[in-house]
């Protein structure tokens, strides 16, 4: 099978999914890396110290060259701010999956959190790359909250898919173009 193509656009909107250790964030920093770097735009907060190490292991992988922006909430206000502030560069958002969960634990309006964001990364002049996990592809899950966090982030993710110009699913370090 030919290899998928490392590319992106100089602006339009990536979807990167796969499960966990998939892949998925090595692969979408080699996308902008490719495109001569950029920003990480991360999500994740460090509310415990295996998520902490988590963290550290992301920030070691993509070294010195990459500008990084933590922001748990308020993505869209992010895209907007560097939109006005001019930039040019990639952006790589890591991760959907962790956004969500941070919005529903903060009471969040989740529907215009995520109508906020598509907009803001479609009007991005800069190309925004977006990793998501795929989590509805085990068991259903047995208690009420994990159900209802699956159901939100596969519709995020079919949300997110459609309006994106380009979606790479991820599994066990192989990339495969879905749209």
């Avoid at 998925?24 to 415990?48: F, H, M, Q, T």
């Avoid at 933590?70 to 993505?75: F, G, R």
């Avoid at 992010?78 to 560069?89: P, T």
């Avoid at 995520?114 to 998501?132: E, G, N, Q």
Wanted: proline residues 3%.
């Amino acid at each position: 099978m030919p290899e998928l193509s490392a590319s992106i656009a100089h602006r339009g909107v990536t979807l990167v999914l796969g499960g966990a250790r998939s892949g998925k964030s090595a692969y979408a920093e080699s996308l902008v890396e490719a495109a001569g770097g950029g920003i990480y735009l991360a999500s994740a907060e460090a509310l415990d110290g295996e998520m902490s190490a988590r963290i550290a292991r992301h920030r070691d992988r993509r070294g010195l060259a990459w500008e990084t922006i933590e922001e748990p909430l308020d993505v869209s206000a992010v895209l907007k701010r560097l939109v006005d502030a001019g930039e040019q560069r990639p952006v790589l958002f890591d991760c959907l999956t962790l956004w969500l969960s941070n919005l529903l634990h903060h009471g969040r309006d989740v529907d215009a959190a995520l109508d906020d964001l598509v907009a803001a990364m479609k009007a991005a002049p800069f190309a925004v790359v977006a990793v998501s996990n795929e989590v509805g592809g085990g068991i259903v899950p047995d208690n009420e909250l994990a159900r209802a966090f699956v159901d939100r982030a596969g519709l995020m993710n079919q949300h997110i898919a459609a309006q994106a110009d380009q979606v790479v699913l991820v599994t066990a370090g192989i990339p495969v173009q879905l749209k």
